[in-house]
């Protein structure tokens, strides 16, 4: 590699457990590979996301600068997530679109919008924007939206 390709920082997006980090895979080989010492990301990961319920999926965007130091931003679990815990399915149907297996209603779907929309890149958008996001989502899980 050139200097200049490792003077840059790298981005590293990761879907990690809360309170739930450890140095082993995904966690330890993805910032091993870059230098960085992943037991201390994992404690400071750990202790941000203490209060979040445990093994909620929360995904990360870890910023290694050349000289081995790391930043971390944490954002709202993904949309599926709060889908499928809302209606309690394991996941989503083999022919989406043509088959469904729950329902949801539109309160759900603006609660699900409210949170979503706390995140960084979802501020600029209006609330009904996320919300049709979301239906977008249910729909590709197999799931109904009803008024």
Do not use: W
């Not at 954002?75 to 394991?90: A, D, H, N, R």
């Not at 949801?104 to 958008?125: N, R, T, Y």
């Amino acid at each position: 590699m050139s200097k200049a390709a490792k003077a840059r920082a790298q981005i590293v997006r990761l879907l990690i457990p809360a309170g739930k980090a450890a140095p082993t895979p995904p966690v330890g080989p993805a910032l091993g590979a870059r230098g960085v010492k992943s037991m201390d990301f994992c404690k400071e990961f750990n202790a941000r996301t203490a209060t979040i319920e445990p093994g909620v999926p929360v995904p990360t965007l870890i910023t290694v600068q050349p000289d081995r130091t790391f930043s971390f931003v944490t954002k709202t679990p993904p949309v599926s997530y709060f889908l499928k815990q809302t209606t309690g399915i394991e996941k989503g149907v083999g022919k989406p679109g043509h088959q469904f297996q729950a329902t949801i209603s539109l309160k759900h779907v603006f609660e699900i919008s409210k949170i979503k929309a706390a995140d960084e890149q979802m501020k600029h958008l209006p609330l009904e924007s996320i919300a049709r996001m979301v239906v977008g989502s249910a729909r590709s899980l197999g799931i109904q939206v009803v008024p």
